[in-house]
């Protein structure tokens, strides 16, 4: 069965430090791999995804993430923390062969970052 | 554009009542999703739909209906409501194509049901 993990329900961070926010998978076939963001009171937005190519995407607002097939991992990271990244991080996958975009969610690692 | 539009923000609901759940999107994508978000869990998708009269289950559509007679439209249909579905409820749309995943998300509907 396909699914998403993120171990971790809370990461909290000092503002200037680095980050990072866990996600592993498990699908058969390739994965499309997708980070959302959800700030409070708001709906998802999307951050970054990763369909083929360079193993390292990058994406909105400093994020990027680094997609490692061998531990089927898909880590979040910036570099340096603000904290207005403080917000609620969604990892989710599908496989590129469903056609209805069904895409499967972690169930949300909350980042805090402290001044 | 608005976007993903969701109507209403906030409801309560009695037992045994029901309601109507409207989404719009004024971006011309064929697939919408209804999910439900509960407290420390992802996301689980209730129905969804890849153009206007086709819908179909997703994870958990037990206690839910929906419809899509127009593009822009994708109402979600609680007939009688229970406490287990007190939850926050999020309408999503997505674009055709390979290379085009990416949702858009509306700002969520809170329901509690009493």
Redo the contacts between chains.
Sequence with gaps: AQS?AQPE?QVNVAEGNPLTVKCTYSVSGNP?L?W?VQYP??????LL?Y?TGDNLVKGSYGFEAEFNKSQTSFHLKKPSALVSDSALY?CAV?R?MD?????I????TKLIIKP | NAGVTQTPKFRILKIGQSMTLQCTQDMNHNYMYWYRQDPGMGLKLIYYSVGAGITDKGEVPNGYNVSRSTTEDFPLRLELAAPSQTSVYFCASAPRGSSTDTQYFGPGTRLTVL
């Design positions: 998403v329900d499309y997708f959302y009171n708001r709906g998802l937005q999307f995804k369909i969604f599908r590129h056609s209805n975009y069904q895409l969610w972690g169930a949300g």
